[in-house]
């Protein structure tokens, strides 16, 4: 690889969210830390200090530890702020202060940078900005379903929603409820609460479709309010949609009442449900849901499985004839087919979401439910590259559920696709797979 930089060292770690920024470097919580934006290097960060960034001064992060997949990445895709992670312990050791480029797309962390290196990095920051800007007006320009793929978001705060409705996202894919409250988890099992989130959020989007996911508690997002047992290896364990139906009372029930009487009060909704691996838990929960809608006499909302547990995967046609959608989630996907766990820092080179056999099973996913007219969503962080989206879409899903940030280049890349370029990307996907590949691969068909 050319050097970059004269003189700065580069650390190496795994692409977290893309994006490049030029800051000083600082510790959480570090008192010398600026008043201007800083680039924050912790071990790790957890999803709730991550949605707490004050991002008029957080630039971007690097952490020690952490995987390219975990919710703390999830997060920060939702706030578009740049982000690497499983940089090893040498970043930890930086002086305060030290001047920093992050480099989000490569992984990497340039540190050091004064004199030319340093007019450098922040003409290429310059640059990146306004490319990204000439992207925004175009996806915005192009309106919302490039080569029939429709594109809503992700986690979007009520803060964010007056940008979706510019942008060219049809609604909110995947409204991941846990997330929502974050920081005041107490409130996670009170019905007036969940109602007025989600109602808000259906106002703020202009009466926009929002997919509500169901909680999805465990695994790297425990919640200590709730005094769940611990677990050997939480990511096996009691885990979405198993917890859910194992504490209905306190967990289910409250959030689809919730829910219902939001639809009846005109918002747009999707529910679907996290962590499914068997027919029996959606028809469980589905009934639970269906007679709070009969006693409500609310409108009835669709309802859908996430596609994440290979069980699931392997066994969809077993779903289509009950649910009314499928979301697969590529991010739990690849963790689980790969034996890879999302938060292993060990292993965050390794997780590769375009695996040979992760496109098989999106492939196979795509190709029992369209004959059966259930439209599939792709809602895990794979959508949100260009790369990601394009290899997604052709292997036949419907929609991509990506970040706000992402959309103009996802965009961009969908609008390039057309029907040889497809069938050359899936066949790629299909017989030698990998991100390595099928970047090269995509990149030099789509002129990306
Ligand atoms: C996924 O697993 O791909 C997904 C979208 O859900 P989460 O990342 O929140 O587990
Ligand atoms: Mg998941």
Redesign the pocket.
């Known amino acids: 690889m050319d050097r970059l930089f004269e003189n700065a060292a580069t650390h190496r770690g795994v692409s977290g969210t893309r994006g490049w920024v030029v800051a000083p470097l600082h510790g959480l919580n570090d008192p010398a830390a600026p008043q201007g934006r800083y680039i924050l290097v912790a071990h790790d960060l957890t999803p709730a200090d991550t949605a707490a960034l004050d991002l008029d001064r957080v630039a971007g992060f690097c952490t020690a530890s952490g995987g390219p997949?975990s919710?703390t990445v999830?997060v920060a895709h939702g706030l578009g702020i740049p982000a690497v992670v499983a940089a090893g312990t040498t970043v930890l050791e930086l002086p305060a202060g030290t001047v920093c480029a992050l480099d989000g797309d490569a992984g990497l962390l340039h540190a050091g940078l004064y004199g030319p290196d340093l007019q450098k990095a922040i003409a290429r920051e310059d640059a990146m900005a306004e490319r990204a800007r000439v992207r925004r007006e175009a996806a915005q320009a192009a309106g919302p379903a490039p080569g029939g793929v429709v594109l809503s978001t992700?986690f979007v705060k009520p803060a964010q929603a007056a940008e979706l409705t510019r942008s060219a996202a049809a609604g909110i894919g995947?409204l991941?409820t846990e997330l929502l409250f974050l920081g005041r988890e107490h409130e996670i099992t009170d019905e007036d609460a969940h109602y007025r989130a989600y109602l808000d959020l259906a106002r703020a989007v202009r009466g926009a479709e929002i997919t509500v996911?169901t909680l999805?508690i465990g695994?790297d997002?425990p919640v200590p309010a709730l005094n769940l047992p611990k677990e050997d290896n939480s990511f096996l364990g009691v885990r979405g949609i198993r917890l859910a139906l194992r504490r209905p009372d306190t967990l289910l029930i409250p959030q689809l009442r919730a829910l219902y009487r939001a639809a009846a009060d005109g918002a747009r909704l999707r529910i679907m449900f996290?962590?499914v691996t068997t027919v029996e838990e959606f028809t469980q929960a589905a009934a639970v849901a269906e007679k709070i809608c009969r006693e409500l006499a609310a409108p009835r909302i669709p309802l859908g499985v996430?596609v994440?547990v290979p069980a699931c995967a392997l066994a969809v046609d077993r779903f289509v004839e009950d649910v009314d959608f499928l979301?697969?989630?590529?991010?739990?996907?690849?963790?689980y087919l790969l034996a890879a766990s999302?938060t292993n820092p060990a292993l965050a080179r390794d997780i590769d979401p375009l695996h040979v056999a992760v496109n098989r099973t999106v492939a196979h996913v795509a190709d029992t439910a369209g004959p059966a007219g259930v439209p599939v969503s792709a809602?895990?962080?794979?959508a949100a590259s260009p790369v990601g989206a394009a290899v997604l879409a052709s292997l036949g899903v419907n929609s991509l559920?990506v970040t706000l940030p992402a959309i103009p280049a996802v965009h961009e890349a969908l609008s390039r696709l057309d029907d040889d370029s497809r069938q050359s990307i899936r066949h790629e996907a299909l017989t030698t797979g990998g991100t390595r590949h099928l970047t090269e691969h995509v990149t030099t068909l789509l002129g990306l």
Request: some cysteine; glycine content about 14%; hydrophobic content about 25%.
């Open positions: 997949t919710h999830q992700t995947l991941a996911r999805d695994g997002k996290p962590m996430m994440e979301s697969v989630g590529t991010n739990d996907l690849t963790q999302r809602c895990g962080g794979l559920t």
